[in-house]
């Protein structure tokens, strides 16, 4: 008798631990989770599938989004292999296209990108914003010069910024200064290499008329991470 109340009890547990075991190797096996009700027989006994159908619309998540996104990019490229036009789309969270983006690039004779635009229109095409980048080299093909301007949707200029980058003999970033239209730095950055190491960096900031308004330090160990915060 005690015997067979112990498999009495024994069957429940056996069946839900292979239930437990199918769902989670589904799941390993990257096949939809989805889980389907029961069939249910109607009045005239045909078998009907009932599920719930009340998800949100659109994507279910950000990498829905970010997926959509990689697949509306169409890239041109010209005859060296150089790409000089991208166009693509950003989505909401109801999977409508938000924004149209198109980036177009130019390169000198050298195969060297020396112009970059970037236009924004709303999903009827109507301009929304757009941007410009001017870049410079030196003879060892080193980035020297970045000038930045920004313009509205009716071409209107609205921001303006040059960075200007020097370089020790390894050709690695060492100053880059950041100045307005008017001239006067706003942004000024200091990178200390040890080898391929960036040891610290220092920041300074300005009001645009060529005073300084504060000045900051960050030194890394080896593995990039921040030790020390220096205040001045």
């Known amino acids: 008798m005690k015997m067979i109340k112990f498999l009495l009890l024994l069957v429940p547990v056996l069946l839900l631990a292979n239930c437990t075991g199918n769902k989670d190797k589904q799941g390993e096996n990257g096949e939809s989770q989805v ?33 959509a996104k990689r697949e509306s990019i169409v890239d041109k490229f010209d005859q060296n292999g150089n790409l000089i036009e991208r166009t693509e789309n950003d989505y909401d969270n109801q999977g409508n296209i938000s924004r149209k983006n198109r980036y177009t690039y130019r390169y000198d004779e050298r195969q060297r990108r020396v112009e970059q635009r970037f236009y924004q229109f709303t999903p009827d095409e109507r301009p929304v914003m757009s941007n410009v980048n001017y870049i410079k080299y030196n003879d060892k093909d080193w980035k020297i010069e970045n000038l930045f301007i920004g313009y509205d949707e009716n071409g209107n200029e609205t921001s303006w910024a040059k960075n200007v980058y020097k370089h020790n003999a390894e050709g690695k970033v060492i100053e880059d200064v950041t100045s307005n239209k008017q001239g006067f730095p706003t942004y000024k950055i200091n990178y200390n290499w040890v080898g391929d190491d960036l040891v610290s960096e220092s920041f300074i900031y300005y009001d645009g008329a060529g005073g300084v308004t504060d000045k900051k330090t960050l030194k890394y160990n080896e593995a990039g991470t921040v030790i020390e915060t220096i205040d001045e």
Do not use: E, L, W, Y
């Open 35 to 67: 889980i389907v009700p029961p069939s249910k027989t109607n009045s005239s006994g045909v078998q009907q599938n009932v599920m719930k159908t009340d998800a949100k619309p659109g994507f279910a998540n950000k990498f829905d989004r970010g997926k």
